[in-house]
Antibody
Framework: EVQLLESGGGLVQPGGSLTLSCAAS????????MYWVRQAPGKGLEWIAG????????HYADSVKGRFTISRDNPKNTLHLEMNSLRADDTAVYYC?????????????WGQGTLVTVS | QSVLTQPPSASGTPGQRVTISCSGS????????VYWYQQLPGTAPKLLIY???QRPSGVPDRFSGSRSGTSASLAISGLRSEDEAHYYC???????????FGGGTKLTVV
């Protein structure tokens, strides 16, 4: 069974840093692109970063470029998101998601999300 | 303001067919596949449609996707009460070099 389990969320002050992790299981991790998507309270979905299976291809949304860093540890089946210079508008539930095998820009499995509050 | 435009709300009665639209541009929907997600209250999104009109295994054929030019649509036939949720369209934007989402449509089954 595919499982994605995020951790690392919490309360942080503006300007602070936080690193999220996503532990993956139930599939061959390095075969799949992985993503971070966030959802501010009561708002819609916002894609923020993606990384290819080998880690060689990385993309960021303009809203986080230069502040956030996505990475993956394939031997440990773990996805990370290092977040720096956090702002109030970064407050959101952060989901990790797997790229669908047949279309990597579709997200077929999602974690339960971890809440980041910047205040 | 989302790059993809969806109506904020839609409604239908049980058994009815409803359509949710998603309007984009030549840098996104016009040249890229479209995806649709369903988000039930308090849960993570679920992939309904990939490659514009394909359903992943397990998604009922009541859900269908289509595209015309720079707009896409999600149709739900035989509407059920459990279809009440938020629906999001998504695609790749070549100009932004990233995945984009629509603002979401809240579907109410009355």
């Amino acid at each position: 069974e595919v499982q994605l389990l995020e951790s690392g969320g919490g309360l942080v002050q503006p300007g602070g840093s936080l690193t999220l992790s996503c532990a993956a299981s139930g599939f061959t991790f390095n075969f799949y692109a992985m993503y971070w998507v966030r959802q501010a309270p009561g708002k819609g979905l916002e894609w923020i970063a993606g990384i290819g299976g080998s880690g060689g291809t990385i993309h960021y949304a303009d809203s986080v470029k230069g502040r956030f860093t996505i990475s993956r540890d394939n031997p440990k089946n773990t996805l990370h998101l290092e977040m720096n210079s956090l702002r109030a508008d970064d407050t959101a539930v952060y989901y990790c998601a797997r790229g669908y095998y047949y279309d990597s820009r579709a997200f077929d499995y999602w974690g339960q999300g971890t809440l980041v509050t910047v205040s | 303001q989302s790059v993809l435009t969806q109506p904020p709300s839609a409604s239908g009665t049980p058994g009815q067919r409803v359509t949710i639209s998603c309007s984009g541009s030549s840098s996104n929907i016009g040249i890229s596949y479209v995806y649709w997600y369903q988000q039930l209250p308090g849960t993570a999104p679920k992939l309904l449609i990939y490659k514009t009109d394909q359903r992943p295994s397990g998604v009922p054929d009541r859900f269908s996707g289509s595209r015309s030019g720079t707009s896409a649509s999600l149709a739900i036939s035989g509407l059920r009460s459990e279809d009440e949720a938020h629906y999001y369209c998504s695609t790749w934007d070549d100009r932004l070099s990233g995945v984009i989402f629509g603002g979401g449509t809240k579907l109410t089954v009355v």
